[in-house]
Antibody
Framework: QVQLVESGGGVVQPGRSLRLSCAASGFTLSYYGMHWVRQAPGRGLEWVAVISSDGSNDFYADSVKGRFTISRDNSKNTVYLQMSSLRAVDTAVYYC??????????????????WGQGTLVTVSS | QSALTQPASVSGSPGQSIAISCTGTSSDVGGYNFVSWYQQHPGKAPKLMLYEVNNRPSGVPDRFSGSKSGNTASLTISGLQAEDEADYYCASYTSSNTRVFGGGTKLTVL
């Protein structure tokens, strides 16, 4: 079965950097786009970034553009989120999510088909 | 990248039906049939309930259905059950190749 396991969260000071990882198993990672979604404490879901299946395209929310970078290593079945110039407002649980699904020869993209359990990032001095 | 608009809360009694609206613009909800819905229980990761407006993944009961008219999508839950009490979020693909979520709706089963 599909499994996504995030890691790398923790407490970091404002202005510093942190890299999150998402280890994928149970499916062929190279077939799918992947997302990062975050949720601040007590708040709603916020989409952060997406990367295409081969890593050639990526898109970001305005709130993180220029500070965060999504990347992937399909040979290691892992997706990353490099976060720099972190701010207190970046404090959240960060989830990775698989984009869509393929079955019976047909692929349906543009939704979050599977989610990890999340990793908490706390930006605080 | 403004969030889609959802009611903050809805409620219903067991067995009843409720609907949650999700309003966007012609650049997201109204422009594409890539609207999806997610259920989130406290302390848990979100779970996909509907994709492409009204398609249910395997395992999701047919009590959950979706529709869309113009810039507004809706999630309907019929035959409300206690375990349906959760937060619900809509999401949409956008013309900028980004994605956007609604602010979330807290469903209370009375």
């Amino acid at each position: 079965q599909v499994q996504l396991v995030e890691s790398g969260g923790g407490v970091v000071q404002p202005g510093r950097s942190l890299r999150l990882s998402c280890a994928a198993s149970g499916f062929t990672l190279s077939y799918y786009g992947m997302h990062w979604v975050r949720q601040a404490p007590g708040r709603g879901l916020e989409w952060v970034a997406v990367i295409s299946s081969d890593g050639s395209n990526d898109f970001y929310a305005d709130s993180v553009k220029g500070r965060f970078t999504i990347s992937r290593d399909n040979s290691k079945n892992t997706v990353y989120l490099q976060m720099s110039s972190l701010r207190a407002v970046d404090t959240a649980v960060y989830y990775c999510a698989k984009d869509g699904d393929c079955s019976n020869g047909a692929c349906h993209p543009n939704y979050f088909s599977n989610w990890g359990q999340g990793t908490l990032v706390t930006v605080s001095s | 990248q403004s969030a889609l608009t959802q009611p903050a809360s809805v409620s219903g009694s067991p067995g009843q039906s409720i609907a949650i609206s999700c309003t966007g613009t012609s650049s997201d909800v109204g422009g594409y049939n890539f609207v999806s819905w997610y259920q989130q229980h406290p302390g848990k990761a979100p779970k996909l309930m509907l994709y492409e407006v009204n398609n249910r993944p395997s395992g999701v009961p047919d009590r959950f259905s979706g529709s869309k008219s113009g810039n507004t999508a809706s999630l309907t839950i019929s035959g409300l059950q206690a375990e349906d009490e959760a937060d619900y979020y809509c999401a949409s693909y956008t013309s900028s190749n980004t994605r956007v979520f609604g602010g979330g709706t807290k469903l209370t089963v009375l």
